[in-house]
């Protein structure tokens, strides 16, 4: 679901099972986007990007999906591990600046 | 390597105070980005520079709010007469080329406190 305020949706899985994580972007122009992981009192850490030219790209352990004709991104996290724990945000270059999603909090359970 | 950083890492101003919010990005990135992040939310753009040109400060929320990179490299987020509205976690980025179509590296944020 979406989010509003402090209320971020929360994924939780067990470890060793897939993850995937959501997100719906706004501007059908944008051509570019990244997903970011952020911990607890850290910066945002770039995880992956795919450009508009693309439907699918693959880095170590994450995938990247994108569905331009319903505007929706998401992340794919093979084999979930203790230290993916954290909240992962989409982010869309519409031409003009970066626009963020609201976030998913992924808890990983042992 | 060195990342981009960003100092002071925290600070508490009293309401009306001015705080000025450095940061140093990644030696030979050309963009340069601030956002301001509140609470449980995801970050929100306020100005982006190329080299020493302020190309976008639509994102700046108020006249209050003010940003420069006079040589190109360093940056300064300065914000006059602070409210408690201003509270929130200010990030900077930086992005190797003058584009917008390339990642951006962030630092660990100042988180501001406004009492």
């Known amino acids: 679901g979406e989010s509003v305020g402090l209320h971020l949706p929360t994924l939780s899985v067990q470890e060793g099972d897939n993850s995937i994580i959501n997100c719906a972007y706004s501007n059908s122009a944008s051509d570019y986007f990244i997903w970011y992981k952020q911990e607890s009192g850290k910066g945002p850490q770039f995880i992956i990007d795919i450009r508009s030219n693309m439907d699918k790209r693959q880095g170590q352990r994450v995938t990247v999906l994108l569905n331009k004709t319903v505007k929706h991104l998401s992340l794919q996290i093979a084999a979930t591990q203790p230290g993916d724990s954290a909240v992962y945000f989409c982010?869309?270059?519409?031409?003009?600046?970066?626009?963020f999603g609201p976030g998913t909090r992924l808890s990983v359970l042992p | 390597g060195a990342g981009v950083s960003q100092s002071p890492r925290y600070k508490v101003a009293k309401r009306g105070q001015d705080v000025a919010l450095r940061c140093d990005p990644i030696s030979g990135h050309v963009s340069l980005f601030w956002y301001q992040q509140a609470l449980g939310q995801g970050p929100e753009f306020l100005t982006y520079?190329?080299?020493?040109?302020?190309?976008?400060k639509s994102g700046l929320p108020s006249d209050r709010f003010f940003a420069e990179r006079p040589e190109g490299s360093v940056s300064t987020l300065k914000i006059q007469r602070t409210q408690q509205e201003d509270s929130a976690v200010y990030l900077c980025?930086?992005?190797?080329?003058?584009?917008?179509?390339?990642?951006?590296?962030f630092g660990p944020g100042t988180r501001l406190t406004v009492l």
């Open positions: 982010a869309e270059n519409n031409g003009q600046n970066f626009v």
């Open positions: 980025a930086s992005s190797e080329t003058g584009t917008l179509g390339h990642t951006q590296y």
């Open positions: 520079f190329q080299n020493e040109a302020q190309l976008d």
